[in-house]
């Protein structure tokens, strides 16, 4: 990932929880036979 500089902390606590999620929630994966996550466990029944 970038690393930025910010004067602000929370900017930067802020950008990276938002990669995360994107990460964790919305990002396709090979490994899901190229879905994201929510909609492969969507898919499995999960809610």
């Known amino acids: 990932m970038k690393k930025e500089i910010y004067s602000e902390g929370w900017y930067q606590r802020y950008e990276i929880e938002e990669y995360v999620d994107y990460y964790n929630n919305i990002r396709v994966a090979y490994a899901l ?3 994201s996550p929510i909609r492969f466990k969507t898919e ?3 809610q």
Do not use: H, T
């Open 33 to 35: 036979n190229y879905k």
């Open 44 to 46: 499995l029944g999960y």
